[in-house]
């Protein structure tokens, strides 16, 4: 082509100087510098990514004419060729076209490979989208390859937002596995993550369909999210069946049964797929021994941990100025512990205000003060009660107490809890809480072992295993009193707190009470309801033993000072009498026939029952 600078040129008429008509562009065709090219959330409709360029600039060629002669576009020009060869004489010259290039092996592959890639940089263009709108924390989660990573953080720090984005990063990169996410209830965790999950897809236009009657995002690829709660066996149940790639738990550190959940659910759901991973995010315990607190203190290369607190979140305006805040508005101190664990997210630091049981050294139990007790007393005043929990997804409890109709002083002097155990060994643990008795250096000594009742949880399914105890083994199982448990509770802690309660600070009641404290509201104020993040299961069977001896001794609040009233021993035998009546009339199953060995222990330790 000739350099038009050479060319003698005619006159330029006024004319061509006029300034010349611009055509609007087609909808869709690629335009240099649109800013809607680089908006941070893609507009309705477009193709995301590195695929919505090259769509954009083909459809630009396709649209554009085919020369500066020929206004028409050049799709339409094409359409007519293709059109002339089909019906004209140049079929052969179509079945050529459509050999060498659409039917070619190599041509093919080709073009599935460049798919492939296409698909390839999409992916890694959208998850470039997602780290970049994360903090340096926050990415580093993200990039862990590690199969268990825990998050403990403080409050306002981003971690939801963090599980949010792995949860998306991971269903857009993998076309099989689903994900879940695990929260207390499924309210909490609709509340908590189901718009950041939706909101993220929509900013990434990444198509899918949420039901929310199904608590499903399901994804164009077939990868499903699922948005579950954990709060009680039945809920942990419904989640198994599953393949996860991915699960996520939130809040941990209020998570009942976070061991049963991890080891026997969710792990063995992840063996299916290379690379799984579980994912926990919390905020510190307020109480000591928790199996999150074991997570995070176990040494273990598989196994990636992280804390920050919020002054890493540089999405909060003023982020290091809302701790100074937070500390100003609440009366807080930097050794606050309230401060340290909820806000700093520091481990180890506990909830002491809010327990509800607070044991000391005049709370333990002293083999020899117990023996000098004992001798104080008059045989006939001394009585054992005891009490059983039974249960369905957390431990069955049984415990003795020994005390006094005429003394305040009370000993636990036998206890177990043990779960998943079946009814024969419950059976053999309370053997092993009457032969302790029986065999003990001075309390063998003691009468009324035999009238001793069984102060059983007979609510629920309770009740059948309760009428097998006592018909087909024997065992003297009362119903138990049950009525307004806050009032006892505080009763038991007024016990606790005088030392009238005595027990064995190694035990695994003191471990209860280590374990067992107050709720607390939004503005972290201490309720008069128990937390119930954790289940005491020894405590229901010291109540159950407790409650009829308060009822004889018409024990109140504030009486610790007070002597008790005298009440004839027969009192409590005969209302277990009546308990006993009663129960047996309600009985929903027949006694069943019992191993000859087993019935001769029975026997022989029960011979006076049918005086009863």
Same mark, same amino acid.
């Given at each position: 082509?000739?350099?038009?600078?050479?060319?003698?040129?005619?006159?330029?008429?006024?004319?061509?100087?006029?300034?010349?008509?611009?055509?609007?562009?087609?909808?869709?065709?690629?335009?240099?510098?649109?800013?809607?090219?680089?908006?941070?959330?893609?507009?309705?409709?477009?193709?995301?990514?590195?695929?919505?360029?090259?769509?954009?600039?083909?459809?630009?060629?396709?649209?554009?004419?085919?020369?500066?002669?020929?206004?028409?576009?050049?799709?339409?020009?094409?359409?007519?060729?293709?059109?002339?060869?089909?019906?004209?004489?140049?079929?052969?010259?179509?079945?050529?076209?459509?050999?060498?290039?659409?039917?070619?092996?190599?041509?093919?592959?080709?073009?599935?490979?460049?798919?492939?890639?296409?698909?390839?940089?999409?992916?890694?263009?959208?998850?470039?989208?997602?780290?970049?709108?994360?903090?340096?924390?926050?990415?580093?989660?993200?990039?862990?390859?590690?199969?268990?990573?825990?998050?403990?953080?403080?409050?306002?720090? @981003? &971690? /939801?937002? +963090?599980? =949010?984005?792995? !949860?998306?990063? %991971?269903? $857009?990169?993998?076309?099989?596995?689903? *994900?879940?996410?695990? @929260? &207390? /209830?499924? +309210?909490? =965790?609709?509340? !908590?993550?189901? %718009?950041? $999950?939706?909101?993220?897809?929509?900013? *990434?236009?990444?198509?899918?369909?949420?039901?929310?009657?199904?608590?499903? !995002?399901?994804?164009?690829?077939?990868?499903?999210?699922?948005?579950?709660?954990?709060?009680?066996?039945?809920?942990?149940?419904?989640?198994?069946?599953?393949?996860?790639?991915?699960?996520?738990?939130?809040?941990?550190?209020?998570?009942?049964?976070?061991?049963?959940?991890?080891?026997?659910?969710?792990?063995?759901?992840?063996?299916?797929?290379?690379?799984?991973?579980?994912?926990?995010?919390?905020?510190?315990?307020?109480?000591?021994?928790?199996?999150?607190?074991?997570?995070?203190?176990?040494?273990?290369?598989?196994?990636?941990?992280?804390?920050?607190?919020?002054?890493?979140?540089?999405?909060?305006?003023?982020?290091?100025?809302?701790?100074?805040?937070?500390?100003?508005?609440?009366?807080?101190?930097?050794?606050?512990?309230?401060?340290?664990?909820?806000?700093?997210?520091?481990?180890?630091?506990?909830?002491?205000?809010?327990?509800?049981?607070?044991?000391?050294?005049?709370?333990?139990?002293?083999?020899?003060?117990?023996?000098?007790?004992?001798?104080?007393?008059?045989?006939?005043?001394?009585?054992?009660?005891?009490?059983?929990?039974?249960?369905?997804?957390?431990?069955?409890?049984?415990?003795?107490?020994?005390?006094?109709?005429?003394?305040?002083?009370?000993?636990?002097?036998?206890?177990?809890?043990?779960?998943?155990?079946?009814?024969?060994?419950?059976?053999?643990?309370?053997?092993?809480?009457?032969?302790?008795?029986?065999?003990?250096?001075?309390?063998?000594?003691?009468?009324?072992?035999?009238?001793?009742?069984?102060?059983?949880?007979?609510?629920?399914?309770?009740?059948?295993?309760?009428?097998?105890?006592?018909?087909?083994?024997?065992?003297?199982?009362?119903?138990?009193?049950?009525?307004?448990?806050?009032?006892?509770?505080?009763?038991?802690?007024?016990?606790?707190?005088?030392?009238?309660?005595?027990?064995?600070?190694?035990?695994?009641?003191?471990?209860?009470?280590?374990?067992?404290?107050?709720?607390?509201?939004?503005?972290?104020?201490?309720?008069?309801?128990?937390?119930?993040?954790?289940?005491?299961?020894?405590?229901?069977?010291?109540?159950?033993?407790?409650?009829?001896?308060?009822?004889?001794?018409?024990?109140?609040?504030?009486?610790?000072?007070?002597?008790?009233?005298?009440?004839?021993?027969?009192?409590?035998?005969?209302?277990?009498?009546?308990?006993?009546?009663?129960?047996?009339?309600?009985?929903?199953?027949?006694?069943?026939?019992?191993p000859k060995k087993e019935r001769d222990f029975l026997d022989k330790m029960f011979d006076e029952k049918e005086e009863e």
């Open positions: 082509m000739e350099d038009i600078s050479s060319q003698n040129q005619k006159p330029i008429e006024s004319d061509t100087l006029k300034k010349p008509v611009t055509k609007p562009k087609k909808k869709g065709a690629f335009v240099k510098g649109d800013p809607r090219i680089n908006r941070t959330i893609p507009g309705p409709g477009r193709t995301a990514g590195y695929s919505h360029f090259l769509a954009t600039l083909t459809a630009s060629l396709l649209d554009g004419p085919v020369s500066d002669t020929d206004p028409r576009p050049f799709v339409q020009v094409a359409t007519d060729k293709w059109k002339e060869m089909v019906i004209g004489k140049e079929r052969a010259a179509m079945n050529a076209f459509v050999n060498a290039v659409l039917l070619n092996e190599n041509k093919i592959n080709g073009l599935d490979g460049t798919l492939t890639n296409q698909k390839k940089n999409d992916i890694k263009f959208l998850n470039y989208q997602l780290h970049s709108r994360s903090f340096d924390q926050q990415q580093e989660v993200l990039f862990t390859k590690k199969p268990t990573a825990i998050m403990v953080c403080g409050r306002r720090s @981003g &971690k /939801t937002e +963090t599980l =949010a984005t792995k !949860i998306v990063q %991971t269903a $857009i990169s993998h076309d099989k596995g689903d *994900i879940i996410y695990i @929260g &207390k /209830t499924y +309210t909490s =965790a609709y509340e !908590i993550i189901w %718009t950041r $999950i939706t909101d993220l897809l929509k900013e *990434i236009n990444m198509p899918f369909t949420a039901i929310l009657s199904e608590q499903t !995002i399901t994804l164009a690829s077939g990868v499903n999210i699922y948005v579950r709660g954990a709060h009680t066996i039945p809920d942990i149940d419904k989640l198994r069946g599953h393949s996860y790639r991915l699960c996520v738990i939130d809040e941990i550190q209020s998570i009942r049964h976070l061991r049963i959940l991890i080891n026997e659910i969710l792990l063995p759901a992840m063996a299916d797929y290379t690379g799984s991973q579980l994912f926990l995010s919390g905020t510190p315990p307020r109480i000591k021994g928790s199996y999150m607190e074991e997570i995070w203190q176990k040494e273990n290369k598989h196994i990636a941990k992280y804390h920050w607190d919020l002054t890493s979140n540089l999405f909060i305006p003023d982020n290091e100025k809302v701790l100074q805040r937070v500390m100003e508005e609440n009366n807080y101190t930097k050794e606050s512990p309230i401060f340290q664990r909820e806000w700093l997210g520091l481990m180890g630091v506990y909830d002491t205000d809010a327990l509800v049981f607070q044991p000391t050294i005049k709370n333990a139990l002293d083999e020899i003060n117990l023996k000098k007790w004992v001798e104080k007393q008059n045989p006939s005043d001394l009585y054992f009660s005891a009490g059983l929990d039974l249960g369905y997804s957390d431990s069955d409890a049984f415990v003795i107490l020994l005390g006094s109709y005429k003394r305040p002083e009370k000993f636990i002097v036998f206890e177990h809890k043990k779960n998943k155990q079946d009814i024969s060994q419950l059976v053999e643990a309370i053997h092993a809480g009457y032969h302790h008795i029986k065999t003990h250096a001075f309390l063998k000594l003691i009468p009324g072992l035999e009238h001793m009742k069984i102060w059983t949880d007979a609510g629920g399914g309770g009740k059948k295993i309760a009428v097998e105890l006592r018909q087909q083994y024997k065992l003297p199982c009362i119903d138990a009193i049950k009525t307004d448990k806050p009032l006892a509770i505080q009763l038991l802690a007024e016990e606790i707190k005088t030392g009238r309660l005595m027990f064995s600070l190694e035990g695994q009641w003191a471990d209860e009470c280590q374990k067992i404290i107050y709720e607390r509201d939004d503005n972290d104020n201490l309720l008069r309801d128990i937390d119930d993040s954790f289940h005491p299961d020894l405590l229901d069977a010291i109540l159950y033993a407790l409650r009829p001896i308060w009822r004889i001794t018409q024990t109140k609040i504030g009486d610790e000072n007070k002597p008790l009233t005298e009440t004839p021993k027969e009192a409590i035998a005969q209302w277990g009498a009546l308990q006993q009546q009663q129960a047996t009339q309600q009985a929903v199953i027949k006694a069943l026939n019992q």
